[in-house]
């Protein structure tokens, strides 16, 4: 059953792939051409002639964002790059570089505490991080919305834990969650695709660590995950850098 559900999943792989990455080409046609109508005929156009136009518009940036996410998704495991040390303190400061708009427009506090060094896919934990955040901020509620990070050590692992007091999750949807295109909510409450934490959930199995969440309807939602300690690792990698460097510098006459 085990290798039947391994086939399974890769043909769906090689299948989002496939349909994400050839349907990139013609959905861009599709979507200058109806930017160019818009912006060539608007004034000549009636209403409901625009009113048409903007759906159309509409449709297309939202099928983009769709196949940019499925693409990504497909792409972790087959274009994933070597874990290396990676400081979650400048991923962080990077994601929120990124997100300061919208975290000054909804008036978002972000506490950070002192992070850790953890094996990683750089461009991956960004990612990873990007979702869980900019989520903690979508679905803050009424609110202003406060986010906290924070890192825990247990053995070879660091257990992060990003926290919001948005509007929680009841437990019955707690593995719902994770499954590609799940989303509690529809289009018109919150705009999405249903695909972010299903990458999380991606990025961290890959990364040999587990993602799970504890949430109170209406009080907020921690997400954890765990991840690799660095050190131990670094030494590996460390001691292996001395040993080249010394095989190196003796060729060279310098070393002992
Ligand atoms: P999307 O945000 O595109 O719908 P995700 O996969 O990121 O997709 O999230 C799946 C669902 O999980 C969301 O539709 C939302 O209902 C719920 N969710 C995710 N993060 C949070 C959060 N921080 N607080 C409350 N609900 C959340």
Redesign the pocket.
């Known amino acids: 059953m085990n290798s039947d559900l391994q086939r399974s999943n890769e043909e769906l792989e090689r299948f989002a792939y496939v349909a994400s990455h050839d349907l990139q080409e013609p959905l861009r046609m599709v979507a200058s051409y109806t930017e160019l109508l818009s912006r060539r005929y608007r004034d000549s156009l009636d209403d409901d002639a625009r009113e048409f136009i903007d759906f159309a518009s509409d449709g297309a940036r939202r099928m983009q964002r769709l196949i940019a996410d499925l693409l990504e998704f497909s792409r972790i495991k087959t274009r994933g790059g070597r874990l290396e040390p990676v400081d979650l303190g400048e991923t962080i400061e990077n994601v929120l570089h990124d997100l300061q708009l919208t975290i000054r427009e909804t008036g978002t506090e972000v506490h950070v505490s002192r992070m850790p060094r953890v094996m990683a896919d750089p461009g991956q934990i960004e990612s990873l991080f990007q979702?869980?955040i900019s989520?903690?901020i979508?679905?803050r509620g009424d609110k202003l919305p406060i986010i906290e990070i924070n890192a825990m050590r247990q053995n070879g692992f660091w257990n992060i834990m990003v926290s919001?007091n948005?509007?929680?999750?009841s437990k019955d949807?707690y593995d719902r969650?994770f499954v590609l295109f799940?989303?509690?909510?529809g289009r018109k409450d919150?705009a999405?695709?249903?695909?972010?934490?299903?990458?999380c959930k991606r990025i961290v199995e890959r990364h040999g660590g587990r993602i799970w969440l504890e949430?109170t309807v209406g009080v907020g939602?921690d997400?954890h995950f765990t991840l690799i300690a660095a050190e131990g690792q670094e030494k590996i990698v460390t001691e292996k850098h001395e040993e080249a460097a010394d095989e190196c510098n003796s060729e060279n006459g310098i070393g002992p």
Do not use: C, E, M
């Open positions: 979702n869980v989520n903690a979508k679905y919001d948005g509007i929680g999750i949807h969650i799940q989303r509690l909510h919150y999405g695709t249903g695909i972010g934490l299903a990458l949430s939602t997400f």
